[in-house]
C-alpha cells in the first residue's frame, strides 16, 4: 500500500458510495486507476465487504448492551459460540481477556426483551457460569480504523 491507497481508503471510511469520478477528482488520479485500485484492495482482503448500516432505534431496537460472559471451563468456549451465534440479537461476539471469557454486543427493543434474553438464553447455555451487563447509555463515537 502506498500513500493513494491510504487516502482511497480514508474517502472511502467517511462514505462508501462516493462515485469513482469524485474519488479520481479527490486523488488526482484516472477513474480506471481509482477502479483498479480498489479491485487490488479487496483482493487483498483490505476491504472485507461492504454493508448497509442499520440504525437499530428506527426498527425499534432502543436497548444497546454488552454482556460479559462467564463460563465455568475454557473448553466450553466453542460450544458457547455455537449457541450465541443462534441468537439474532447479538451484533458482535469476542473471545477475551480478562474476567470475561467472552464479550458480546446486544441489540434489544427494550430492558425486559434483555432480561428475557439473558435469562432464557444466554445463562441457559451449557458452561455458562454467569454474566455481567453494561447497558449503554449513548454511543458517542462509531467509525472505523484510519490508516
Not at 21 to 42: M, N, T, W
Not at 78 to 94: D, G, M, R, S, V
Not at 115 to 132: D, F, H, P, W, Y
Request: hydrophobic share 40%; charged share 25%.
Amino acid at each position: 500500500m502506498d500513500s493513494i491507497d491510504c487516502r482511497l481508503i480514508n474517502l472511502l471510511r467517511i462514505n462508501a458510495k462516493i462515485p469513482i469520478a469524485e474519488l479520481s477528482e479527490k486523488i488526482g488520479i484516472s477513474g480506471a486507476a481509482i477502479h483498479k485500485r480498489i479491485k487490488k484492495l479487496e483482493n487483498k482482503k483490505i476491504f472485507t465487504g461492504s454493508q448497509i448500516n442499520i440504525d437499530p432505534k428506527k426498527i425499534g431496537f432502543t436497548t444497546l448492551a454488552f454482556v460479559g460472559i462467564y463460563l465455568e471451563k475454557a473448553f466450553d468456549v466453542n460450544f458457547a459460540i455455537k449457541k450465541l451465534k443462534t441468537i439474532e440479537e447479538i451484533t458482535e461476539c469476542h473471545y477475551t481477556t480478562g474476567d470475561w471469557s467472552i464479550l458480546i454486543k446486544i441489540y434489544c427493543k427494550d430492558n425486559q426483551h434483555l432480561m428475557k434474553l439473558l435469562n432464557e438464553k444466554i445463562q441457559a447455555i451449557k458452561g455458562v457460569s454467569r454474566t455481567e451487563t453494561f447497558i449503554s447509555l449513548n454511543q458517542q463515537i462509531s467509525r472505523q480504523i484510519r490508516i
